[in-house]
């Protein structure tokens, strides 16, 4: 991956990812969370730029949040299990977090996340 993990939240800050891994290069894309046998609460990996994914080969389900370009979520599809694909139109981004996440956290449509460097401040 190619930067330091950072946290995400949304404008009002509720804290929705402690620990996201931003996969912003094409290997990191391309390899995404293969190779893990689980994804943590609280750990997530944001894709950009993506307008979809796939869980081929993956061992675990995920919850997947489109979002576009000011990271504003678009849609949620929660429990992606694998060997599936999703995508969604106007999507830039894709913000994988663990099953049940999103809702555990009651994220939505329409929220606004925010990332922050692991020691503070804010990433774009």
Do not use: Y
Not at 41 to 63: Q, Y
Not at 88 to 115: C, F, Y
Request: net charge positive.
């Amino acid at each position: 991956m190619s930067r330091s993990p950072v946290t995400v939240s949304d404008v009002r800050h509720r804290m929705l990812c402690e620990r996201c891994t931003i996969a912003d290069r094409p290997h990191s894309r391309l390899r995404g969370l293969l190779g893990r046998s689980e994804l943590p609460a609280g750990e997530g990996l944001l894709l950009r730029p993506s307008p979809s994914i796939h869980t081929w080969f993956m061992r675990f389900p995920i919850d997947v949040l489109f979002l576009d370009r000011d990271l504003r979520v678009l849609a949620v599809r929660p429990q992606v299990r694998p060997w599936r694909m999703a995508g969604q139109k106007g999507a830039r981004a894709v913000l994988e977090l663990a099953a049940g996440e999103a809702l555990r956290r009651n994220i939505g449509p329409g929220d606004q996340l925010m990332l922050h460097p692991t020691g503070g401040g804010d990433v774009r």
